[in-house]
């Protein structure tokens, strides 16, 4: 086996059973933080697991994130405001398995937490500054990518989160709000080293969560992290 035929092999295989896409997606939701995270589970959970495609395991043991437990999962899934890691290996165990790569999906408070951590700014993008709230537009920024494509611009009631950007991260933004001079990203996409990284700001609260359209762009875009075509929730 040549040399590059081996990185190729390697690379293929970081994503495991979910760029394979007969296996089901072994997704791990890390609970905990601030924010109704209970909440967010409670409906998100019924959603992913009646498209047949996902495994999910739910914990707030954040120890699952180092590196000789988060190599069982293909994803890990976060909302929770607040948290901070409780030692190295667990923030480095994310984001070398996320770089080497592994996925990781944030929604909301997910840049809200971990703020001491410079890597886990790098790798998520972006890191909360501030918020309004209210009924807005969301307007869909990226027509062309995959998680987007199909998707239309709505209305929700949620927070309007705004970021700080890490100096090495280069936004692409897939859909933004549109009201006034709140015009910001409300949620991005990008590769990390070999992994992918899918973050929404929207999200806040039950509102939020039942919305269709919330989440329909949640499940399209874990699906998208994971490297499978994006499929949509039931209607």
Not at 143 to 148: G, V
Not at 151 to 166: K, M, P, R, S, V
Request: charged share 25%; hydrophobic share 35%.
């Amino acid at each position: 086996m040549t040399r590059r035929l081996a990185l190729a092999v390697l690379a293929f295989a970081a994503f495991g059973l979910s760029a394979q896409g007969g296996e089901k997606v072994k997704l791990f939701f890390l609970q905990g933080g601030g924010h109704d995270w209970k909440g967010n589970f409670a409906i998100l959970q019924p959603i992913l697991e009646k498209t047949g495609d996902f495994e999910i395991a739910a914990s707030a043991d954040m120890n699952e994130l180092k590196a000789e437990n988060i190599k069982k999962y293909n994803v890990v899934l976060f909302y929770g405001s607040g948290l901070n890691f409780g030692d190295a290996e667990q923030e480095k165990g994310l984001c070398d398995w996320v770089r080497g790569g592994g996925c990781f999906a944030g929604i909301h408070g997910a840049t809200d937490s971990f703020k001491k951590s410079e890597t886990y700014w790098e790798m998520v993008g972006g890191r909360f500054k501030g918020h309004g709230g209210g009924k807005f537009t969301v307007r869909i920024m990226d027509k062309e990518h995959a998680i987007t494509k199909p998707l239309e611009d709505f209305e929700i009631q949620d927070e309007t989160y705004d970021h700080a950007y890490h100096k090495d991260f280069k936004l692409h933004s897939l859909v933004r709000i549109d009201r006034g001079k709140e015009q910001q990203s409300m949620g991005w996409c990008h590769e990390y080293g070999k992994g992918r990284v899918f973050y929404t700001s929207l999200g806040h609260g039950r509102e939020a969560f039942v919305n269709p359209h919330f989440q329909r762009l949640v499940v399209r875009g874990l699906y998208w992290a994971v490297g499978r075509e994006p499929k949509d929730t039931e209607k």
